[in-house]
């Protein structure tokens, strides 16, 4: 249905589609590989040598990707350094002991390769498994009468008044080049860290993260439960994080960045989707929601990417089911999916990522600046929410020092029109783009806007500290809306290869603070004219095996 007769601009996505699914089958080998989680410190690492302008090719704002996808970015500035086309320009001061972890980290995928030379007695093993056991104790005091304060990007969890203990072990097995299994229980010591009130959970031990991954030639299909974050934003993005709960998904995508065959000058491509059944809690009972995202990197300072999210279906839904409700939405005008033949809700977006060199009095730092940004729209229509940040990988020459401002807001409308409350929510989903009662994008959720700035300088090999400022609004939109003003610190240290200790402290201050008291539909009461000080502290040791 989706490649008949019609307009043209219908046939040429049908093209565009088919030469893209050609590119993703076009390696020559299977190259299963287990995901790294979400906020692993190679994330980080692998952005900041990209900016830096080490690793000269990295499309990184498609996460989780796999140790093996990592390692090929590794493989690559090792390849530059070895062939002297990295300068000796006082970038290597932060650089040198980035690469040097990352290269221990990712070993065995960096000898598949020939990365890296196999000591005597090293060998390929066609069987690879791994684990890390994490465990993190909390001394929180939420303030203002409050018990509980929502924790940003952090799987649906919440800060919970007192002392208590998160545990969980992540175990991971690959077979060969063609199978990956990743499994990660996890332990709470207050079951209300997951929820209390309307998202009240009874749960001490629950499963974090699992699932199973097959893979043959560059095409990956992942059956099980996770998290994904897909955009550029480093605090949040606008579309989809891991602030809510993690999904039960079937992912279908690219194992890796591939060129379409005979067109190869045009760069590389990086195809994702997913589909998911939402909770029974919410005005469609397991209603589904289905995701795709395109990523475009043509040279190696830019990157672009679309995102669109389809909600449909579920109990009594009077949109159509998978994949009809797909092709309906994917075939149809502007206007013609909410109210219209498909019934559905939708959230579409496009950000890019551009990386600007240094030029003399105009942007002096060492290695350039990282721009980037997110557009997106709700319905296919005028409901707009943007994010912008930038990015400086080191501010002094031979120094550690970083520094990242970003901002959000998905007030745009109701500055520019005075129409509120559509991001994240809908005409016939109540209970909007949300997943037990969290937004599956932007912690700020409707009508917000955030104000993120962060800086980490490395004092040691082995130790780095950090600070954040943090200003927030959130539904802006009602009469009494909440206001955030945040600082924290952080300390981390590597111990050894395996054990990272990390130390962190945070101190909000909220005027009117907000809770989730209906998912069904959805709605957010504020506590008018109370004012919460919060101080809230983590230990969180990581032992790798």
């Given at each position: 249905?989706?490649?008949?007769?019609?307009?043209?601009?219908?046939?040429?996505?049908?093209?565009?589609?088919?030469?893209?699914?050609?590119?993703?089958?076009?390696?020559?080998?299977?190259?299963?590989?287990?995901?790294?989680?979400?906020?692993?410190?190679?994330?980080?690492?692998?952005?900041?040598?990209?900016?830096?302008?080490?690793?000269?090719?990295?499309?990184?704002?498609?996460?989780?990707?796999?140790?093996?996808?990592?390692?090929?970015?590794?493989?690559?500035?090792?390849?530059?350094?070895?062939?002297?086309?990295?300068?000796?320009?006082?970038?290597?001061?932060?650089?040198?002991?980035?690469?040097?972890?990352?290269?221990?980290?990712?070993?065995?995928?960096?000898?598949?390769?020939?990365?890296?030379?196999?000591?005597?007695?090293?060998?390929?093993?066609?069987?690879?498994?791994?684990?890390?056991?994490?465990?993190?104790?909390?001394?929180?005091?939420?303030?203002?009468?409050?018990?509980?304060?929502?924790?940003?990007?952090r799987g649906g969890e919440y800060y919970v008044n007192g002392e208590n203990n998160q545990t969980d072990v992540r175990g991971w097995l690959e077979l060969g080049d063609w199978l990956s299994v990743?499994?990660?229980?996890?332990?709470?010591?207050?079951?209300?860290?997951?929820?209390?009130?309307?998202?009240?959970?009874?749960?001490?031990?629950?499963?974090?993260?699992?699932?199973?991954?097959?893979?043959?030639?560059?095409?990956?299909?992942?059956?099980?439960?996770?998290?994904?974050?897909?955009?550029?934003?480093?605090?949040?993005?606008?579309?989809?994080?891991?602030?809510?709960?993690?999904?039960?998904?079937?992912?279908?995508?690219?194992?890796?960045?591939?060129?379409?065959?005979?067109?190869?000058?045009?760069?590389?491509?990086?195809?994702?989707?997913?589909?998911?059944?939402?909770?029974?809690?919410?005005?469609?009972?397991?209603?589904?929601?289905?995701?795709?995202?395109?990523?475009?990197?043509?040279?190696?300072?830019?990157?672009?990417?679309?995102?669109?999210?389809?909600?449909?279906?579920?109990?009594?839904?009077?949109?159509?089911?998978?994949?009809?409700?797909?092709?309906?939405?994917?075939?149809?005008?502007?206007?013609?999916?909410?109210?219209?033949?498909?019934?559905?809700?939708?959230?579409?977006?496009?950000?890019?990522?551009?990386?600007?060199?240094?030029?003399?009095?105009?942007?002096?730092?060492?290695?350039?600046?990282?721009?980037?940004?997110?557009?997106?729209?709700?319905?296919?229509?005028?409901?707009?929410?943007?994010?912008?940040?930038?990015?400086?990988?080191?501010?002094?020459?031979?120094?550690?020092?970083?520094?990242?401002?970003?901002?959000?807001?998905?007030?745009?409308?109701?500055?520019?029109?005075?129409?509120?409350?559509?991001?994240?929510?809908?005409?016939?989903?109540?209970?909007?783009?949300?997943?037990?009662?969290?937004?599956?994008?932007?912690?700020?959720?409707?009508?917000?806007?955030?104000?993120?700035?962060?800086?980490?300088?490395?004092?040691?090999?082995?130790?780095?500290?950090?600070?954040?400022?943090?200003?927030?609004?959130?539904?802006?939109?009602?009469?009494?809306?909440?206001?955030?003003?945040?600082?924290?610190?952080?300390?981390?240290?590597?111990?050894?290869?395996?054990?990272?200790?990390?130390?962190?402290?945070?101190?909000?201050?909220?005027?009117?603070?907000?809770?989730?008291?209906?998912?069904?539909?959805?709605?957010?009461?504020?506590?008018?004219?109370?004012?919460?000080?919060?101080?809230?502290?983590?230990?969180?040791?990581?032992?790798?095996?």
């Amino acid at each position: 249905m989706f490649c008949k007769k019609g307009p043209l601009s219908r046939g040429a996505m049908c093209l565009a589609v088919l030469a893209l699914a050609l590119g993703v089958c076009w390696v020559s080998q299977a190259t299963a590989s287990v995901n790294l989680p979400l906020h692993h410190w190679a994330y980080e690492a692998i952005e900041r040598l990209t900016a830096l302008g080490i690793i000269d090719r990295a499309m990184i704002a498609t996460k989780p990707y796999s140790r093996k996808e990592a390692a090929r970015y590794v493989a690559r500035a090792l390849d530059r350094v070895r062939k002297d086309q990295v300068a000796a320009d006082g970038r290597e001061a932060v650089a040198a002991p980035l690469l040097e972890r990352l290269t221990r980290e990712f070993r065995p995928e960096l000898m598949d390769v020939d990365a890296v030379i196999r000591a005597p007695g090293e060998s390929l093993r066609g069987i690879r498994y791994g684990g890390r056991v994490t465990t993190e104790m909390d001394a929180f005091f939420v303030g203002g009468g409050q018990t509980v304060r929502f924790r940003e990007n952090r799987g649906g969890e919440y800060y919970v008044n007192g002392e208590n203990n998160q545990t969980d072990v992540r175990g991971w097995l690959e077979l060969g080049d063609w199978l990956s299994v990743t499994l990660q229980p996890k332990f709470i010591s207050n079951r209300h860290v997951l929820g209390i009130g309307a998202t009240n959970n009874s749960l001490n031990f629950y499963l974090r993260e699992g699932n199973v991954k097959i893979s043959h030639f560059n095409v990956a299909l992942e059956i099980g439960r996770g998290t994904q974050w897909w955009g550029q934003g480093y605090h949040g993005s606008l579309l989809l994080t891991d602030h809510a709960y993690p999904l039960d998904m079937i992912k279908l995508g690219s194992e890796q960045p591939f060129k379409i065959p005979w067109l190869e000058g045009l760069g590389d491509w990086k195809i994702n989707s997913f589909l998911t059944r939402l909770e029974v809690n919410r005005d469609f009972p397991r209603a589904k929601l289905f995701g795709m995202r395109i990523s475009y990197q043509p040279t190696d300072w830019f990157e672009i990417a679309a995102t669109r999210l389809t909600q449909f279906g579920g109990r009594n839904s009077p949109s159509q089911q998978f994949p009809n409700a797909i092709w309906c939405n994917y075939s149809q005008t502007q206007g013609q999916n909410q109210g219209g033949k498909c019934q559905t809700n939708e959230q579409g977006m496009v950000d890019f990522l551009a990386r600007i060199p240094r030029v003399p009095y105009l942007v002096p730092f060492p290695a350039g600046v990282q721009l980037y940004g997110e557009f997106g729209l709700e319905d296919r229509v005028d409901h707009p929410a943007a994010l912008a940040g930038i990015y400086i990988p080191q501010v002094f020459p031979g120094d550690s020092l970083d520094f990242r401002f970003e901002f959000a807001d998905t007030d745009l409308e109701r500055q520019l029109t005075g129409g509120a409350n559509t991001w994240y929510n809908n005409g016939i989903y109540d209970s909007g783009m949300r997943y037990k009662g969290f937004p599956l994008g932007h912690h700020m959720g409707t009508d917000g806007l955030d104000f993120f700035i962060r800086t980490t300088e490395r004092l040691t090999d082995k130790l780095t500290v950090g600070a954040n400022l943090n200003y927030q609004e959130r539904a802006r939109g009602l009469p009494v809306h909440e206001k955030k003003r945040e600082a924290s610190a952080d300390m981390t240290l590597m111990i050894n290869d395996r054990t990272q200790f990390t130390l962190s402290y945070v101190f909000q201050r909220i005027e009117n603070p907000g809770q989730i008291t209906s998912i069904d539909p959805f709605a957010e009461t504020f506590a008018a004219g109370v004012t919460a000080y919060n101080n809230l502290l983590w230990t969180t040791l990581s032992i790798q095996f």
